[in-house]
């Protein structure tokens, strides 16, 4: 859905999903690291869970500080 987006938009859309994770859960997949900088950088700490699946095949919680962007 954010392929096409630029960063401005790609972070409105990032703040409309946090909203809406207010009410319902919201699942994001990526495998673009920088939306996760993007979502670290525009949205309230401790607003959404990283979760990173491979390796063991087990999906590993982290925390945004754990995670290593650019």
């Known amino acids: 859905m954010l ?4 960063d ?4 409105a859309a990032l703040r409309a999903f946090a ?3 207010e009410r319902t859960q919201v699942i994001m997949f990526t495998h673009h690291v920088s ?5 670290k950088n525009v949205l ?3 607003s959404f869970a ?4 491979g390796g063991t095949g ?5 925390s945004g500080e754990a995670v290593q962007v650019g």
Do not use: K
């Not at 401005?8 to 972070?11: D, E, F, G, P």
């Not at 939306?35 to 979502?39: D, P």
């Not at 087990?58 to 982290?62: N, T």
């Open 44 to 46: 309230p700490e401790n």
């Open 3 to 6: 392929i096409n987006f630029d």
């Open 8 to 11: 401005h938009r790609t972070a």
């Open 19 to 21: 909203q809406l994770a």
């Open 50 to 53: 990283l979760y990173v699946l």
């Open 58 to 62: 087990l999906a590993e919680p982290l």
């Open 35 to 39: 939306l996760v900088q993007l979502a």
